[in-house]
């Protein structure tokens, strides 16, 4: 077995130190009841590395690779072209194996990566402080209406109606058992966002109104007007973003007035991963920060006076303030969050920028191409690199005979909105980088066959 | 002859014991390394990104008018950043890693490999179910093999980590109490649990009650059959505990909290003691979950990513949360919202977008079919066998509190007692650092003065252990002795201790430019 | 005027109808570095024993017990900004709030410094 280095002799020698006859006599304390003796039915015995290389590679191969055919999913998890040298440094066993930095002199790598990721999150969220990530967007947006329960004292969140539905799903899960208010509705299929719902809905009670930007259907608003109904009502502004590389090209929520920006970090360095693991990014106003869920690290002098990082504020953390704890969080999601951090260093703030130029031309010329396409409607006016069309028939088994053409055309509302009829014929198109014109010519074409 | 002086002659040297201020601040490989922030030129890039087609824009007049304010860095300088901030870590790669309860093992480069095949990496949550039947069944083989392992019924795939997978469990339970109409109130854990346990039950709004232990270490099985009743839901126990002992009594603890009408959480976090030598469903609980990152062996990465699947009994299985994959005939299918209702109508609902941690499932697949049914009985009994040799080795020079009360499971745990010269646990710490290794826990469970938590694991040799049996008897004795020089450890590290109460009374939690001459905007 | 102390280790300066109260030397020596303090605000109403403000230090959390019941009328805002007022007066500047008395008779129950000292000697 090759991953045990303890060879017969030593388990011996290491017996009679003990002072044991065999190793069952470390498991004295086990009921006999509860002992097993022989092996477990049905389970393989140990294998070699190539064995175990067959095994897996022949199910990676039932699957269809992203990279291999046109590609246009979207809806909370994006396809960007991830730089080399971001899986080659999170390879680094000294990034890969390590732990929480709970032992600051001999984590300073670890540290000082956790310190910049906040700042780069912090900047692009528009932001005063940002935590050393979540598990991921879904999870960082409740994280954020328990949090705007603890600083407004109110338990009434409005969720709008262009938050990703699993992310609503979530946050009606944990409301059933909280006891807090949730007022959600279902998308439409026009251009206009649920702005003037959530602006009507807004009053003395409300804890926070939870805004996607751009929306689930790609749809962006101007969060301003959301945010000062808010702050008038005493109430807070969540802005979630599940496409950072947007805010290369729009306004960040931060300067737009929201008080809790969070969202998914997988666009930047991380892969689809089929849903994981993902990063959850969470940043805040300052005033707000002893409130936050999650790791803190902060800047600050050894013994000598050189400067070095720690984990900070520990106080709101379940390991010293058990059950008044913020949130129950431990392990995050810390290699995603350096893999979040080198691609960013990359682009910088020129690649960033240009890398969303591109996204969104690419996106502006697919919108126009895929509009032709005979009975296909674009319903939006606005859109960053995500737009949603309207078939003249419902979408889910129209993405079914894409898929059966090779072509991954889209995520489907039927998918994310099963009960919901009004949505069915509804098509969100992802369009990035990594879309070739003869790409979004082979799904425009396939479209119109699928629809004939 | 002819004389060639033109060479160089190598020369021992001498200033033994000099200490020279470079100019640099580095020591040789010891290499200081600036903020990225600080070596910002400006509009630096690290990598070609292709020229937009022009268009006409559809961003609404949102489009961003300042600067985001981040640096970018050509890939040689990335590179080198990340590589020097790499050297300043310690890691698992390095030297053995005894952080109790956490579970410091090898991560296979396999896993790492595998979990990078392209069929795995680069397929998006939402593709068409006939698309992705090979992750699927990934999914499904990890679970199966879960299940059996632990001997219960069913598992729920989708949490992120150890602390989701206690919220998910106890949402099962909580959900299974209201079908029944019972609403009760109180979650029973330990004083020795992990901090996630008491705030995962604050957070899915039960209140919290501690239950003592015994001077054994081990949950008082009286206090807790007295304290059970009408009101209370259930309790949260680890085992093995964090104390590193098995819970004899955990039938008995089971059999009382359901006649108590209560359901079982089992924290699951030390399953690495048992796998392959008790199933957690011949104790009688009714949910417990896997740390994937620990028990499976997939890396810690500096914090996370983890992933937390959850089995449950036969009577909780019932409100497992959604989404979940099931075999119908030779093809997996994905049950999400859309046919929950004739499958699985009492499901608690969804904890997660998508379907859980696929990088994950992949690794600790990998790792479970290298072991094996046979191996993964040997790495429980390494990983026991590892920390008994420490326990005995050290005892004679630590105070271990529940030493006499038999063997320990994965982690031996000592504590402070007889430390002098006003010396403690994180003297000891930082001197094991000077040593070349990571410490122990220190100071958890809290039910241990001072407390020590030393888990090996069983990827360590005889000759390792030798060596870090050594080096904290060293130390140890140190401490005993009242050795002052530990207040100064670590001399040897990167840095030397933070000040961690500057770090809290004026948090600086990003950088900022320095505001030296031009006013500030 | 006159001083009391309870087990929970706060002290309280009575003057008229209104109490001072803080934390002991003693506490702060066992807690170690203060670096933060919450307090209540002005108005809000505290009950003997229950939770009326948070002391941190770097590792730990304590709540700090109403000692008498009353209504806040004064949170020390300068432990905002210096915390460590705490430690190095803790019975002076690093007062925690001032309350207005509802019930007199609660004081009753407290120890006198001589009771206290016995106390933490006990300890
Ligand atoms: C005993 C115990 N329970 C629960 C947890 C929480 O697991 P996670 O960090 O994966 O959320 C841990 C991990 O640190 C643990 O050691």
Partial sequence: MRYLPLADTDRQEMLRTIGAKSIDDLFVDVPEAARLSGKIEGLADHASEMSVERQMGAMARQN????????????????????????????????LTSYTPYQPE???????????????????????????????GSTACWEAITMARR??????????????????????????????????????????????????????????????????????????????????NGALLIAVVTEPVALGAIEAPGHMGADIVVGEGQSIGVGLNFGGPYVGLFACKEKFVRQMPGRLCGETVDAEGKRGFVLTLSTREQHIRREKATSNICTNSGLCALAFSIHMTLLGERGLRDLAVLNHARAVLAAERLAKVPG???????????????????ARPAVRALADKGILGGVSLGRLYPEAEALENGLVVAVTEVVTDEDIEALASALQEVLA | ????????????GSGEGMEVQTFTGNRALMLEEPLIFEMDEAGGCGVDIAPAPKVTSRLGGLERKRDIGIPGLSEP?????????????????????????????????????????????????LQPIDTVQGALKVIADLGEWLVKLTGMHSVAMSPKA????????????????????????????????????????????????????????????????????????????????????FEPDMIEISKAVHEAGGLVYCDGANFNAIVGRVRPGDLGIDAMHINLHKTFSTPHGGGGPGSGPVVFSEALTPFAPLPFVEKQGDRYVLIEEETAEEHHGRTFGRMTAFHGQMGMFTR????????????????????????????????????????????????????????????????????????????????????????????????????????????????????????????????YAPRRRLDETLAARKPVLAWKEPTQGVAAE | MSLYFTKEHEWIQVEGDIATVGITDFAQGQLGDIVFVEVPSAGTQVSQGGDAAVVESVKAASDVYAPVSGEVVEGNAALEADPSLVNTAPEGEGWFFKLKLSDEGQLEGLMNADEYKAFVDSQ
């Fill in chain 1, 376 to 394: 296909v409607e674009l319903v939006n006016d606005t859109f960053f690199n995500e737009f949603t069309l309207k078939l003249p028939k419902e």
């Fill in chain 2, 162 to 245: 150890g602390a989701h997978g206690e919220l998910c469990g106890l949402l099962a339970i909580r959900s299974a109490l209201e079908a029944r109409g019972d609403a009760r109130e109180v979650i029973l854990v330990p004083e020795s649990a992990h901090g996630t346990n008491p705030a995962t039950a604050a957070f899915c709004g039960y209140r919290v009650e501690n239950i003592p232990a015994t001077e054994r270490g081990r949950v008082d099985l009286a206090a807790l059959k007295a304290r059970l009743g009408p009101d209370v839901a259930g309790v949260m126990i680890t085992n093995p505990n964090t104390c590193g002992l």
């Fill in chain 2, 364 to 491: 600790a697949l990998t790792y479970i079919l290298s072991h094996g049914a046979d191996g993964l009985r040997q790495v429980s009994e390494d990983a026991v066998l590892n920390a008994n040799y420490i326990l005995r080795s050290l005892d004679d020079v630590l105070d271990a509190p529940f030493g006499n009360s038999g063997p320990c499971m994965h982690e031996a745990l000592f504590s402070d007692k007889d430390f002098g010269g006003g010396l403690s646990t994180l003297d000891v710490a930082k001197g094991l650092i000077d040593e070349g290794f990571h410490p122990m826990t220190m100071y958890f469970p809290l039910v241990v003065h001072g407390a020590m938590l030393i888990e090996p694991t069983e990827t360590e040799s005889k000759a390792a252990l030798d060596q870090f049996i050594g080096a904290l008897r060293s130390v140890a004795e140190r401490a005993k002795a009242g050795d002052a020089s530990l207040k100064a450890a670590p001399i």
């Fill in chain 2, 77 to 125: 300088q990335t590179v080198r950043h990340y590589t020097r901030l790499s050297r300043q870590n310690y890691a698992i790669d390095l030297g053995l890693f005894p952080l109790g309860s956490c579970t410091m093992k090898h991560n296979p480069r396999l896993n790492e490999k595998m979990a990078r095949l392209p069929g795995f990496a680069d397929i998006h949550p």
């Fill in chain 2, 1 to 12: 002859m002819s004389i060639n002086a033109s060479g160089w002659k190598p020369e021992m």
């Fill in chain 1, 64 to 95: 269809m690779v992203a990279g291999e055919v046109p590609f246009f999913l979207g809806a909370g998890a994006y396809k960007h072209h991830v730089p080399a040298s971001v899986d080659h440094i999170i390879q680094r066993g000294e990034f």
């Fill in chain 1, 106 to 136: 001999i984590a300073q790598g670890t540290l000082q990566v956790l310190f910049e990721f906040q700042t780069q999150v912090a900047r692009l969220y528009g932001c005063d402080v940002a935590n050393a990530s979540m598990y991921d």
């Fill in chain 1, 151 to 232: 600083v407004t004292k109110r338990g009434k969140a409005i969720l709008s109606g262009g938050l990703h539905p699993h992310y609503v799903s979530l946050a009606q899960t944990m409301a059933r058992f909280t006891g807090d208010r949730l007022d959600v509705a279902l998308p439409e299929l026009t251009a206009e966002t649920d702005a003037e719902r959530l602006l009507a809905s807004i009053d003395g009670e409300t804890s926070c109104v939870v805004v996607q930007y751009p929306d689930i259907l790609g749809r962006i608003t101007d969060l301003t007007p959301i945010a000062e109904k808010a702050h008038a």
